[in-house]
């Protein structure tokens, strides 16, 4: 999964990384893929010094907001949730062989700005990836359900607020960082009918 040497990982900064699959596997999105994997990532979002705080999961590639203690804390923990994925995408569509590229990207998440950036980004991405095919958005829209955004607690109030299931166990940790947990805040809550921007240097 590795292709050259990974900068180093501060414990302080969360990380933002997009997780590729082939173009031959089914898109992500289907509901029993997107159940499949919330069960699995239930069960490995916080192992020693890495956590997924976030994810979206989009037709052929996925999105994480994850802590890291370390490089190879995150390489460690990516490659198990990049085993879970391709796992629950060949249960559900009864298939064999890899579904990963090989890769993923990652960058890290320096400033309250930047980590607002990427959780609006990565929550509200198939909004974006909506409004982009149409030219712009259309109203307001649910949150996505292929996406932790039901278990984000900085949404700015609005009808499109998540309805909290009690019996569904979290697949998401909460998170630890200082960044990620309130320096964020300092530039607004995060409005669920935004359509947010592509970020600098993310690939998708």
């Known amino acids: 999964m590795l292709h050259r040497e990974r ?3 501060p414990g302080w900064s969360p990380v933002h990384v997009t997780l590729r699959v082939r173009r031959d596997v089914p898109s992500l999105r289907t509901v029993a893929v997107v159940r499949e994997f919330r069960r699995s990532l239930g069960e490995a979002c916080e192992r020693g010094g890495f956590r997924v705080n976030h994810y ?3 037709g052929d590639h996925a999105h994480l907001i994850a802590e890291a203690r370390s490089k190879e804390a995150l390489a460690n923990g990516m490659k198990s949730i990049g085993a879970r994925l391709a796992r629950a995408v060949n249960r559900v569509a009864k298939r064999r062989g890899a579904v990963l590229d090989g890769r993923y990207h990652h960058r890290l998440l320096r400033t ?3 980590v607002r950036r990427a959780l609006a980004y990565v929550l509200l991405n198939a909004r974006r990836h909506l409004a982009k095919r149409r030219g712009r958005a259309r109203g307001a829209a649910p949150l996505d359900p292929a996406s932790s955004a039901r278990w984000f607690d900085g949404w700015r109030p609005s009808g499109a607020l998540p ?3 009690a019996p569904s166990p979290r ?3 909460r998170p630890h ?3 990620l947990r309130v320096g964020w805040r300092r ?3 995060v409005d669920p009918d935004e359509v947010a921007g592509a970020l600098q240097a993310a690939p998708v």
Request: charged fraction near 35%; avoid cysteine.
């Open 187 to 189: 530039h607004g809550l």
């Open 7 to 9: 900068e180093r990982i």
């Open 163 to 165: 309805v909290r299931e």
């Open 112 to 114: 309250p700005r930047e």
């Open 171 to 173: 697949e998401v940790a």
């Open 56 to 58: 979206s999961l989009q």
């Open 177 to 179: 960082t200082w960044l």
